[in-house]
Nanobody, 125 residues
Framework: QVPLVESGGGSVQAGGSLRLSCAAS????????MGWFRQAPGKEREGVAV????????GYADSVKGRFTISQDNAKNTVYLQMNSLKPEDTAMYYC??????????????????WGQGTQVTVSS
């Protein structure tokens, strides 16, 4: 079974909103941390937001602070990323990840052992 499955991506105009979902199963959701990462063509994968599964937000990328919100619903084994006031520079493939992680920002890719397949977000001007 695929441990993490993202959904909710799409194409929107600048200023619009999208809500990404990450459905987890088995061990991934018992990991200490879950996060959202994104990667644009020609750029490195970067952390967007990380949450501690036990209560608490670890952090957000400076570029999304005030616009994005990460949250979780334990009953549904799901983590969300609410994205508001989207900008063209937010265009990227967004990935959900889970792992032991760490309690500081920025997150390290090696700290996340489980990854989803990604969902594309495209923002037009």
């Amino acid at each position: 079974q695929v441990p993490l499955v993202e959904s909710g991506g799409g194409s929107v105009q600048a200023g619009g909103s999208l809500r990404l979902s990450c459905a987890a199963s088995g061990y991934p959701y018992s990991s200490n941390y879950m996060g959202w990462f994104r990667q644009a063509p020609g750029k490195e994968r970067e952390g967007v937001a990380v949450i501690y599964i036990g209560g608490g937000i670890i952090g957000y990328a400076d570029s999304v602070k005030g616009r994005f919100t990460i949250s979780q619903d334990n009953a549904k084994n799901t983590v969300y990323l609410q994205m508001n006031s989207l900008k063209p520079e937010d265009t990227a493939m967004y990935y959900c990840a889970a792992g032991r992680g760490g309690g500081s920002w920025p997150p390290k890719l090696r700290e996340f052992g489980y990854w989803g397949q990604g969902t594309q977000v495209t923002v037009s001007s």
